[in-house]
């Protein structure tokens, strides 16, 4: 079973340039999840996805942030323009969840993202 | 609001020393609790989780954890690390209903030594 996969690995921009990152969930997970990790800080969630709706985005830092789950498999997050304090690494986690049960997340490896 | 508390964030350890990590969290209704891993390189991976039942949890490569409900903590523990346990480990907690997000806690850089 293929895991979850992420795609840059790395990415380095300037400050005010627009840079997407994607995520592809294990196959047949429903929920899909976005976090951040800013260097020193923990890893924080960004926003949740069940398929294609957005179920919580209470973690997405301003509307230079956009999430999108198109079709429910992959999502892609979007930052435009970047700033400086959006450096950090992205992960990107899927899980099942089958009505009220919850299941474990598994992480991707996150995309380095480095805003100079 | 919940938050997550690792009291070490880097630890220095010889091999066949015994490990625990502390991870308390605050929240007063039911959780679900985590313990990662991250070796260096590599992606995070689940160590053990706790869902209800036996509060004393067994995950992989030898790692164990136990729920104390009533002091909010959640700790890590392995009797003998080896060299290849140096790596970054995480615990979080999420809600029992709702998304699931999750909660981390800031990380402890394990350094094991040969």
């Known amino acids: 079973e293929a895991g979850v996969t992420q795609f840059p690995s790395h990415s380095v921009i300037e400050k005010g340039q627009t840079v997407t990152l994607r995520c592809d969930p294990i196959?047949?997970?429903?929920?899909l999840y976005w976090y951040r990790r800013v260097m020193g800080k923990e890893i924080k969630f960004l926003l949740h996805f069940v398929k294609e709706s957005k179920q919580d985005e209470s973690g997405m830092p301003n509307n230079r942030f956009l999430a999108e789950r198109t079709g429910g498999t992959y999502s892609t997050l979007k930052v435009q323009p970047a700033e400086l304090e959006d450096s950090g690494v992205y992960f990107c986690?899927?899980?099942?969840?089958?009505?009220?049960?919850?299941?474990?997340?598994?992480f991707g490896p996150g995309t380095r993202l480095t805003v100079t | 609001a919940q938050s997550v508390s690792q009291h070490n964030h880097h630890v220095i350890l010889s091999e066949a020393a015994s490990l625990e990590l502390g991870c308390n969290y605050s929240?007063?209704?039911?959780?679900?609790l985590f313990w990662y891993v991250q070796y260096p390189g590599q992606h995070l991976q689940l160590l053990l989780k706790?869902?209800?039942?036996?509060?004393l949890v067994k995950g992989i490569k030898g790692f164990e954890a136990e729920f104390i409900k009533s002091k909010f903590s959640f700790n890590l523990r392995k009797p003998s690390v080896q060299w290849s346990d140096t790596a970054e480990y995480f615990c979080a907690v999420s809600r029992t209903s709702g998304t699931y997000k999750y909660i981390f806690g800031t990380g402890t850089r394990l350094k094991v030594l040969a």
């Open positions: 929240y007063g209704g039911t959780v679900n």
């Open positions: 986690a899927s899980s099942q969840a089958l009505g009220a049960v919850s299941y474990e997340q598994y």
């Open positions: 706790y869902f209800s039942g036996d509060p």
């Open positions: 196959s047949g997970h429903d929920n």
